[in-house]
């Protein structure tokens, strides 16, 4: 008796114990009220990393859970190993959980010293790079669930998605391209699979928030898919087919069946102004970042529940 008596005492004392273990589940004590950090694109001007840095040294200042960056590259810097593996570096030093959402900039026109295209080989060296575990870089890391850990979908990697507070929070692999489909013959084999997983990806997402009783989901892509959009009433264009239609459909309604607010944060590499403000429609709300970083502020306790910081104070959505 006295020996089983020690055993539970033991097992209690390890369960107790075992969430300080490792790295932090962000979900773990989060406050109601949050800001979180999404840096853009930084790579205007070129491979220069000054923007990128300065973006990292002003999240740090800043009273933030985490920080998501949109793109590690410009369209026309090198889509080589040793860049890969420097923009990890100059990602891992900050000192905020950091977690990487690809950009169309980063793989989608990569191309060989032939000039040929490798984009799908180039994306599975960034999977490799940057998603080869489920921690988020930054000196202070956060445990990331994968779509990779679905056997189905075990490349997608870059597809992740953590708690905190009374929000889910995840990436989606959207690049800004169209979605980068292809209207050629026979070159649509990686949107018509990726499109699949992500399809997936969603239902699951919405299904946990949902089961969880969350106040709230984020997803951030590098492609606005247009939640806010009218419909034309036909997936087809006479110039082009949207690569974004199919996701942009689920997404709506998978939003009415969730009684939370949801929130999609794109990066759009300065293609059109800064937001002053989250858009919303219902309980669906769209933000676009264009350029340097943003904060965006998280309250339970009242209305909106995301709501679009800066430095003249609080811009409001609704």
């Known amino acids: 008796m006295r020996g089983q008596a020690l055993a539970l005492a033991g097992a209690l004392l390890w369960a107790l114990a075992w969430p300080c273990a490792g790295a932090p589940k962000a979900g773990h004590g989060a406050a109601n009220t949050f800001s979180f950090g999404v840096i853009s694109h930084s790579f205007q001007s070129g491979p220069d990393e000054t923007e990128l840095k300065r973006a990292i040294r002003e999240t740090e200042q800043a009273n933030l859970a985490f920080v998501v960056a949109t793109g590690i590259k410009g369209g026309a810097e090198a889509c080589s190993d040793k860049l890969y593996a420097q923009r990890k570096s100059v990602l891992n030093q900050s000192r905020r959980p950091m977690i990487v959402a690809l950009a169309a900039s980063d793989w989608c026109e990569c191309k060989n010293s032939m000039g040929r295209p490798v984009a799908i080989e180039r994306l599975s060296r960034l999977r490799d790079v940057f998603f080869g575990d489920t921690m988020s870089l930054g000196e202070r890391k956060i445990e990331l669930t994968r779509l990779s850990s679905n056997a189905t979908f075990r490349s997608y990697a870059e597809n992740a998605h953590w708690e905190y507070g009374r929000v889910l929070f995840a990436t989606i ?15 649509n084999g990686e949107f018509e699979d990726r499109l699949v997983a992500n399809r997936a990806w969603l239902k699951r997402l919405f299904g946990m928030a949902q089961r969880r009783k969350l106040d709230g989901l984020v997803l951030f892509s590098d492609g606005d898919v247009g939640v806010m959009r009218e419909e034309s009433g036909s997936l087809f ?35 059109k102004p800064a937001a002053q403000a989250i858009a919303w429609r219902d309980n669906l709300a769209h933000v676009s970042v264009s350029s340097n970083w ?3 502020g998280v309250d339970a306790r009242s209305a909106p529940l995301f709501t679009l910081k800066g430095t003249q104070g609080e811009r409001h959505g609704r």
């Open 294 to 296: 943003a904060e965006i």
């Open 173 to 187: 692999n959207l690049p800004a391209d169209n979605n980068r489909f292809r209207p050629e013959a026979g070159r």
């Open 237 to 271: 264009s006479p110039q082009k087919h949207d690569g974004f239609a199919e996701i942009r459909h689920q997404i709506r309604a998978l939003a009415k069946k969730f009684p939370g607010k949801i929130l999609l944060v794109d990066a759009q590499d300065g293609a």
